[in-house]
């Protein structure tokens, strides 16, 4: 299945394409508080270059969260306008569950440096996965593999895409995943409390 997948959710871009023989991934790094601007490029140049059309897309794909808000939401925004207007399903995967792929037997930890000594984590136990906001003591009291990412990993984000192609897993629209309130709605809610 051809398909397009995309991760805003960090600094860097990632971009994972399969089409036909074809696996192209690539890595932006020019992306830190830019992804509006040159997001919808990035994509037109990588398909060009390989002499492919949107329109050859069978599936698209997105990392809905956690992250950077307005990454999350540029990304969500992108490949829902491009679902829409192709009529074409979505994949949406969390930013956590793509480490998952490199480890299919363990249970593991995975984790987003929020700073402030804060995490957001995906807790992999057998089946099962939890979501958690994590200060540095809570993560020390979980039992599992940590792995810590650090930026998107195109090459993952291509790997999962196809684990949930072959599981089916579509929805017709992504909706960002938020473990928390962007600093902005904090600091409204600690506005609105102080009056």
Do not use: W
């Not at 249970?107 to 979501?131: M, P, T, W």
């Not at 984000?157 to 962007?182: E, G, H, R, V, W």
């Amino acid at each position: 299945m051809n398909f397009l997948a995309i991760d805003t959710t960090m600094d860097c871009i990632a971009i994972a394409i399969s089409y036909g023989e074809k696996k192209i991934t690539k890595l932006i790094n020019e992306g830190k508080k830019r992804h509006n601007t040159i997001l919808l490029s990035a994509i037109e140049n990588l398909l060009t270059d390989n002499d492919i059309k949107l329109e050859d897309m069978d599936a698209f794909g997105v990392v809905v969260g956690p992250g950077s808000f307005t990454g999350i939401r540029v990304g969500v925004a992108v490949i829902n306008a491009m679902s829409m207007a192709l009529k074409k399903p979505i994949i949406g995967m969390t930013a956590l569950e793509l480490a998952k792929i490199n480890y299919p037997d363990e249970d593991i930890l995975s984790l987003i440096d929020c700073r402030h000594q804060n995490y957001y984590a995906a807790y992999f136990k057998g089946e099962s996965v939890e979501y958690l906001a994590l200060n540095q003591t809570e993560l020390k009291d979980i039992p599992a593999k940590k792995v810590l990412i650090e930026k998107p990993d195109p090459n993952l984000l291509y790997l999962t895409m196809n684990k949930k192609i072959s599981q089916k897993d579509f929805i017709k629209k992504a909706k960002p995943f938020y473990l928390k309130k962007s600093s902005a709605e904090r600091e409204n809610e600690r506005k609105t409390s102080q009056k």
